[in-house]
């Protein structure tokens, strides 16, 4: 039972007949296709050979069938994550050395053990920072970033920087570089991809080729389009007509391997590591999920930490870089009919078999192709009506969006991630730091206790009730104290007040010794303060607290107890001075 | 009515006449003799020479008087910051040198502006990171570093570091050069320091010495204290014999100056400033706002930051260091009766007048003194009763406690605050993560809804109702896509999920996705989602989204509603396809 928790495989391994084995290979066979062009173009984003992508859709989809809990989630080379490699890497060490392939390497063997550590420790909540502005802000901003880095390879001219402002400057400084005939390449092929996904399909239809037949040829566009290009470049010589041509790659698959860690290293890509590890995260989930509930499956977070985690020090293992799992590959595993994750490791030997057959003529493939393929795969990543979206929603939220998507055009993804964060979770404690709170009053002729500027209500003269709208914490605890503090001042001849608690669903140590403050103040004030509706887990605490037991009031059931028993203590004043009226009677 | 918000000095000063002048006066002579050997040992702690300290508590007096709101708040050095300046400013300079000064004065320059502009844009709130746990531990923690840190000054040894670790390591080590004469001067002083503060009042009455003239005569002890053991140094001649005196100081009040900045202190201080006028705000808001309870008054906190500002940078004119409102000054001002905050100003001149008299003598005052004022302040901060208190309440607040103790006395001030503020708002975003979430039924007989777990309850066959106790924001959203998608596949035959949102105050927008993804995924399950008993504001927002456009079921008033709804709608199927029978009936 653990042991199947902790490898889903077991699980679905016990299962496996010939008719899941069909759906599986059916599945790989697609997404085989698929993936051979834009696990070339990934790599090439990250600033590595094209081989490298190839190589990182092998041994992370074997880890992942057997430690995954997704039937469907297709992992592999990511254009952002790709983007965010570059960048990490780009700092350390320059393209197309040795160097910067070593520290890809080490980037995912990071990423894979912080993704395990967070899988192991159930630490998956990490993610939640991320919140939907934050991550719709960033990808929309790496969309661009890395549509603009391409066109570079798509004109001949070369470019520099992960963001929008150098990329911007070496485009404009070396415009006068294009080579023409690469721009040639680049167009056609553009405009093959754009027609192959958006008309080819209909096209097929006219001529009566079956549905599915149709969708395999589709999805075999792209790799029609590679090899049509890597002719043009044979017949007509454009190598020497000076266009990129992705040259000379190592014959067959990559020697298995221990990456090797310098300190230095590790340090510089510890927090790129992480960011990266959680982006991936929630990309992958949130795929993963919206998959799983169309079959009514269940995905599990934190094991999928681990499936990733084990996908991605494959990744390492295998010659590499950071993997995670695709949102358009996944959906196409996922209606190829994909019925195990063992589609996924069929998809891997897929994959090995095409970097065996290709590689030896990929030499001739025109660089622009790839940047081509990139440009349509990330322009379904720019969405700015986000911005339109959270702006008629909330402030808070159109600003968490503007600060991530402006932070990480101009400033790069680490920076604007990190800034949209921070501001979300400043916007966050800010909002809930001034909650809604409501004076009440009664209903006339009810129970019922309601705001008194929304509706008609009775109020006792002397009392003071508050109704709070929030949780009370620290980030809340100092304004209460001046609100209360603030209404206290207004009502003459104030003698009781009460905090209506029924939205309250926390009250934490600082909130408490706010409360204690609130007690202090009202009580050198001659006021008592009383509390009503007070929910059960958090009177558990407040029972055992000093504020609870020099609290100069009482805790009511109700809102309503609350206004009869001051009331009953009026108009029976000092019965029996020894034993005060307000003696613990009324407590939940 | 605005300029007054900004200067009260225009209110209260318009109702200023002879009775508040006597008490103004009468609580400005107490105030001023209990803060010269204060001030002179704050000073040192800061790593200043002693005059420094007066000079920091003459014009941010009357700065205070005209930009503060509270009529008790005494400003001046304080203990926790005058470590946190020796902290930030002994980075960048030695002790005892001229750019250590002047750093010091940057430093307040830099912590008024950054209250000012907190003051002006009504950043107040950001004192909010600095949870009550977070506060207690690192008081704690600052006592006892500096308590420690005056050690040194108590044996004649030299100690060096501004945390736990560097403080006894020196201390150990230069154990052997312990001066005896100076031990006896820190030992006498501190004896008579504890006696005056424990029992000088009650030895007083019992020889029948009035109340008022025996409070005088305690605060005063101190001073006396002073001019004791300047005697005993001049009489026997201490310095001669090793004990560490406070030596020539420039006599008289400095010229007043405007702070010189070079761009690289600013950039090194900034940070420093920036803790340092958040806990001093914290600090001396929570001092006025108790005192201003006592009397009914309100204390305006962001006229307040504006009132702290313009003593700060009043301090860095005058050639001081960092303020803040002080705990034990502003009670005795309280006490004595100050009625506005002229009662500063006139403390203000008091000190003048004592920097004047005093500077020409201090020459000869054994630093020991001062060594044994500071350790008998502190002592009331230290206070680890916290710990437990936190350890009963919460883990949780524990925790945060914990890391701000360990992490202040280990690593310094503000590695400590920073690690404290991080582990609050961590353990924050995690408690909310995980809300409390509950399935829930009809109690039978009546309209109300209760937890299956808890309660005897009905429920109907394919319904699945829950109740989120929480606010549902980018922490805890994609739990609840978890938790529905959980509990929807545990549910056989289900047709309908109700959230029930009672104690939900607000839903942004990282919720409203999880939303809409819950919504699409029991959409392709075939199962409708439904809410019930959202409240007005809440609803206002959904209300304009495509979620609640592309709702399946419906926004019903009430859970009893809602499941009356769904009940009328099997009993009745499909009566009028073209007008399905849940189009648009209930809605808030």
Known sequence: MKLKAYLPILDWGSRYNRQTLTSDLVAAIIVTIMLIPQSLAYALLAGLPP???????????????????STALAVGPVAVVSLMTATAVGRLAMEGTADYASAAIVLAALSGLILLAMGVFRLGFIANFLSHPVISGFITASGLIIALSQVGGLLGIRTEGHALPGLLTSIVENIGQINWYTVAVGAVALALLLWIRMDLKNWLARFGVPKGVAMVIVRAGPVAVVFLTMAWSVLMD?????????????????????????LETVQALLLPALIISIVGFVESISVAQTLAAKRRERIEPNQELIGLGAANIAAAVGGGYPVTGGFARSVVNFDAGAATPAAGAFTAIGIAGATLLLTPFLAILPKATLAATIVLAVLTLVDFSILRKAWTYSRADFTAVAVTLGGTLLLGVETGIAMGVGASILLFLYRSSRPHAAIVGQVPGTEHYRNVKRHKVETLPGVLSIRIDESLYFANARYLEDYVAAQAAQVPGLTDVVLMCSAVN??????????????HRLSDMGVRLHLSEV????????????????????????QHQATEAIR?????????????????????
């Open 238 to 262: 454009l190598g020497a007509k000076g266009v990129a041509l992705v040259g000379e790659v190592p014959q067959g698959l990559p020697m298995l391997s221990v990456p090797s860690f310098s």
């Open 568 to 588: 009953q203590r009026r108009e029976q004043p000092a019965r029996d001075p020894d034993q005060p009226a307000d003696a613990g009677i009324s407590l939940t």
């Open 51 to 69: 081989e490298v992508g190839l190589y990182a859709s092998v041994l992370p989809l074997v880890a992942y069938a057997i430690f995954g809990t």
């Open 506 to 519: 926390v009250i934490d140590m600082s909130a408490l010794e706010s409360l204690e403050a609130i007690q």
């Open 535 to 558: 929910k059960g887990p958090v009177m558990d605490k407040l029972a055992g607290t000093a504020f609870y037991a020099h609290l100069d009031g009482r805790v009511h059931l109700s």
